[in-house]
């Protein structure tokens, strides 16, 4: 099993230009997630799903959206790239959040972004 | 609102015992987690408390009072590849998990 995959892994963009971040999960996660990770903030969440075909916003979702068409793919896009926007990208899955869940997420490699 | 706190650094010998420690304040409450992160890696789950008490896991242990909204992680026998940034994590049911901002241990020799 591959686990949770991120493509790509590195990218650099000009102000204004757009880009779509691919994530994949073969554990077939019903929960799907995307954080952006910079020095000092640890993980901030930026849009979620808790399944196919459904999404919401996370804590920091300005500038970027997302979509789940299939269980295990989530995307993030960004429609006009700014230099806030430079950070390290993380997609996790997991199970069912609950009560009685582990809640462990799973994390992809990363990618890292910068908008110059 | 949500909110989690620990600290930003914390620097242990090699060999030593380090307690993180992660206050929290969240309108609900159901579990705390630890992730653990090495640089340029991906964060990865180490622990989660749901109860009261200590739950150890080899050289590491994670300990939960709900009615102080404290936890730590403690770790053994320090290595130096014990050396990342370690996160604390509240579930508070239908919401995603809320992560603290990090401490970043660093292990001396």
């Known amino acids: 099993n591959a686990g949770v995959t991120q493509t790509p892994k590195f990218r650099v963009l000009k102000t204004g230009q757009s880009m779509t971040l691919l994530c994949a999960q073969d554990?077939?996660?019903?929960?799907m997630y995307w954080y952006r990770q910079d020095p000092g903030m640890g993980l901030r969440l930026i849009h979620y799903s808790v399944g196919e075909g459904t999404t919401a916003k996370g804590e920091v979702p300005d500038g970027y959206n997302v979509s789940r068409l299939k269980k295990q793919n989530f995307l993030l896009g960004l429609e006009s790239a700014a230099p806030s926007q430079t950070s390290v990208y993380f997609c996790?899955?997991?199970?069912?959040?609950?009560?009685?869940?582990?809640?462990?997420?799973?994390f992809g490699p990363g990618t890292r972004l910068t908008v110059l | 609102g949500q909110s989690l706190e620990q600290p930003s650094e914390v620097t242990a010998v090699e060999g030593a015992i380090v307690q993180i420690n992660c206050t929290y304040q969240?309108?609900?409450?159901?579990?705390l987690s630890w992730y653990q992160q090495h640089d340029g890696g991906a964060p990865t789950f180490l622990s989660y408390?749901?109860?009261?008490g200590l739950e150890e896991t080899g050289r590491f242990s994670s300990f939960l009072s709900r009615s102080d909204s404290y936890g730590y992680l403690l770790l053994q026998e320090l290595q130096m590849k014990d050396s990342a940034s370690y996160f604390c994590a509240v579930n508070s049911g239908n919401t995603p998990l809320v992560f603290g901002k990090g401490t970043r241990l660093s292990v001396i020799a």
């Open positions: 996790a899955s997991s199970t069912p959040q609950g009560e009685n869940s582990y809640n462990e997420q799973f």
């Open positions: 554990m077939n996660h019903e929960y």
């Open positions: 969240t309108s609900g409450f159901y579990g």
């Open positions: 408390n749901a109860l009261d």
